[in-house]
């Protein structure tokens, strides 16, 4: 079992920049893709990075060069980076792990870009 807990969301003008946490407990973290998705009132989640046990990192191309998916596996940690955020990249954000063949989500953050 994992559980995932995200912290680090909040309310920023377009422009902008945050970063998010994921932090795991339960075992496995090190072996696990993580992945960030994010969810807009009224859209579906969406994913949006993922970054694989090795180190190995693709994202969305609407977030492509302006968000950095990033991993401490002595922190059993994930992050997002956000820069350049727009209007758009408004949503909750939810961290995912995938091991084995389970899934694991965690309870979302909400990030909102607006002037």
């Known amino acids: 079992q994992v559980q995932l807990v995200e912290s680090g969301g909040g309310l920023v003008q377009p422009g902008g920049s945050l970063t998010l946490s994921c932090a795991a407990s339960?075992?496995?973290?090190?072996?696990?893709?993580m992945n960030w998705y994010r969810q807009a009132p009224g859209k579906q989640r969406e994913w949006v990075a993922v970054i694989a046990p090795g180190g190995s990192r693709n994202y969305a191309d609407s977030v492509k060069d302006r968000f950095t998916i990033s991993r401490d596996n002595a922190k059993n940690t994930v992050y997002l980076q956000m820069n350049t955020l727009k209007p758009e990249d408004t949503a909750v954000y939810y961290c995912?792990?995938?091991?084995?063949?389970?899934?694991?989500w965690g309870q979302g953050t909400q990030v909102t870009v607006s002037s």
């Open positions: 339960g075992s496995g973290f090190s072996i696990a893709s």
């Open positions: 995912n792990a995938f091991l084995r063949v389970n899934q694991y």
